[in-house]
């Protein structure tokens, strides 16, 4: 698993780390690692480094030293550099006079026109932790003229370290090279840092527990469930699917094809439509009511059975039976409108709530907004559930304050009946015994992979992500990150 440490824990981290470090060594091995980084982006976009030309944006603090002092470790590779200092007075000292001893050259805003335009690399060091609020406008004009790959120094500036979120100008990055810990940033808005480099500073020993966590390869491939020798298909988990109507008759098949792909167990479903589940899927042993659907380890409760009466008892009914329920869509819905339903519920079983920001919002009264992680976490909290806030990063938090950040792979996933297989894949890991936090988790990154494999670069569609499910367990069982 990957930890992400919030940028008050870095900060104190980093405190005790300066403590017994001689001065500016740090520094130094941060803008080192910037260098390198900086070389390889050159070396990738002209074919060589010696010649080239690097132009350091250069902010108030730690962050503009950072980027000076990889500008005077450029100059010594034969890269021709210029600094344009946002806030001359304030660069930092050592850093500049650094460059300049190097044969750096320095510009203000408002003589760099020509540099920046024939720049080869751009080094955003206008702020790293310390960032609040969007690009101030001498910031954001310097970046607007900019045509070269960017290179941000610990986070593109503009963006909030600790939520990801941007509210105004921003820098957009080519990639993105951090020192000692991922801050929340570079999982809560990948599109913004490009492909991020961690470099070392030493400050493992200081971190402590991380604030959140991301799933590697090894992790899903570890938790996903395959059937063993004594297996049979009870023991793998039955799964419940309670979806669909006959106004959205795709929504139960696509729930119940879902969990079928997942794992090797049986499926249940139970609702109007049993007919037309089981026309697509013979494996599924379909039914027309919950109340004589047989046992099953876990529900997955809502895709498309609308918000009335009929549909309030089979939500009730699911989770009363001491079994994991996973309550997506409608079911969200009808929580939030008539929230007596979740009296049914036998206090000590597992739920599950998978939320897109309108149902967030129907939920607990209130967007998610710019703190994702911290929204999640709270309604994880009042609702003694799983949280899983879909978004193009989904957020997963438990109610004891666990939160996984899923890694996105591209935008395929945005497309109509792609939550309900979403789903039915988490509700197929719940049957099989899996922690409801990991299998959420789990789920949500086979997703992502099945739409990126589905996908191959051209749009796809939930049937499309269905079908590429197993491929995407493949791919992650052959550790592929
Ligand atoms: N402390 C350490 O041990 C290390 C720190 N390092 C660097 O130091 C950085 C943190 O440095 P600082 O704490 O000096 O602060 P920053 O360099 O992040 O910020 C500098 C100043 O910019 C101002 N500012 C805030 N938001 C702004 C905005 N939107 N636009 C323009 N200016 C804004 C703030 O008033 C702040 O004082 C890290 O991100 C990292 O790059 C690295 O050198 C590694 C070691
Ligand atoms: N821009 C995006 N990038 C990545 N994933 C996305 C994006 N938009 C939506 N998704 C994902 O697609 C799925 C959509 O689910 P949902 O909103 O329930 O759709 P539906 O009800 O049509 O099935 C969620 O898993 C969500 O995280
Ligand atoms: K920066």
């Known amino acids: 698993m990957r930890g992400v440490w919030t940028t008050e824990h870095v900060r104190s981290a980093e405190e005790r780390l300066l403590a017994v470090t001689p001065e500016g060594a740090l520094?130094?091995?941060?803008?080192y690692g910037v260098s390198v980084r900086a070389a390889k982006l050159l070396a990738e976009h002209t074919g060589r480094v010696v010649g080239t030309r690097a132009v350091l944006v250069v902010g108030a603090g730690n962050n503009g030293g950072d980027a000076l002092w990889a500008g005077y470790f450029l100059r010594r590779r034969g890269v021709a550099v210029a600094a344009v200092l946002l806030r001359p007075e304030k660069a930092h000292p050592a850093g500049l006079a650094a460059l300049r001893r190097a044969g750096g050259r320095v510009y203000s805003p408002e003589t760099a026109a020509e540099v920046i335009d024939s720049?080869?690399?751009?080094?955003?060091?206008?702020?790293?932790?310390?960032?609040?609020?969007?690009?101030?406008?001498?910031?954001?004009?310097?970046?607007?003229?900019?045509?070269?790959?960017?290179?941000?120094?610990?986070?593109?500036?503009?963006?909030?370290?600790?939520?990801?979120?941007?509210?105004?100008?921003?820098?957009?990055?080519?990639?993105?090279?951090?020192?000692?810990?991922?801050?929340?940033?570079h999982v809560l808005n990948p599109q913004h840092c490009g492909d991020i480099t961690l470099v070392d500073i030493g400050l493992s020993g200081e971190l402590g527990e991380p604030d959140l966590l991301q799933l590697d390869a090894a992790d899903v491939a570890a938790a996903w469930p395959l059937p063993k020798p004594e297996d049979n298909k009870y023991t793998q988990g039955v799964t419940g699917v309670a979806a669909g109507s006959s106004t959205y008759p795709g929504a139960a098949v696509l729930t119940a094809a879902a969990a079928v792909r997942a794992t090797a167990g049986m499926v249940r479903y139970a609702g109007p439509v049993a007919d037309v589940v089981r026309s697509h899927w013979p494996e599924v042993v379909a039914t027309g009511s919950i109340f004589d659907a047989g046992r099953v380890q876990a529900w997955v409760v809502g895709p498309g059975i609308g918000t009335g009466r009929q549909s309030k008892e089979v939500l009730a009914e699911?989770?009363?039976?001491?079994?994991?329920?996973?309550?997506?869509?409608?079911?969200i819905t009808l929580i939030a409108e008539q929230p007596d339903v979740l009296d049914a519920r036998d206090p000590d079983t597992p739920l599950l709530l998978t939320p897109h920001d309108g149902e967030f919002e129907r939920l607990t009264g209130s967007a998610p907004g710019a703190d994702r992680v911290g929204a999640a976490r709270e309604a994880a909290r009042r609702f003694r559930a799983v949280v899983l806030l879909k978004g193009h990063c989904t957020v997963i938090a438990a109610p004891d304050g666990r939160v996984l950040v899923n890694r996105p792979r591209g935008s395929w996933l945005a497309t109509a009946g792609s939550g309900d297989v979403l789903a039915g894949m988490i509700g197929a890991l719940l049957a099989s015994g899996l922690d409801p936090w990991l299998a959420a988790g789990v789920a949500a990154d086979v997703h992502a992979r099945a739409g990126q494999i589905a996908a191959g670069g051209v749009p796809t569609s939930a049937s499309g992500i269905l079908a590429a499910?197993?491929?995407?367990?493949?791919?992650a069982r052959s550790l592929t990150p």
């Open 27 to 31: 520094m130094r091995r941060a803008a």
């Open 318 to 331: 699911a989770l009363g039976q001491g079994v994991p329920v996973c309550a997506d869509a409608d079911a």
């Open 119 to 185: 720049a080869d690399v751009v080094i955003d060091g206008v702020v790293g932790l310390s960032a609040r609020g969007p690009l101030r406008p001498d910031a954001a004009a310097v970046f607007e003229r900019v045509t070269a790959p960017v290179l941000a120094v610990d986070l593109p500036s503009g963006v909030d370290p600790d939520t990801g979120a941007v509210d105004g100008p921003a820098v957009r990055a080519t990639c993105t090279v951090t020192f000692g810990a991922y801050k929340p940033v």
């Open 469 to 475: 499910i197993p491929d995407a367990v493949r791919q």
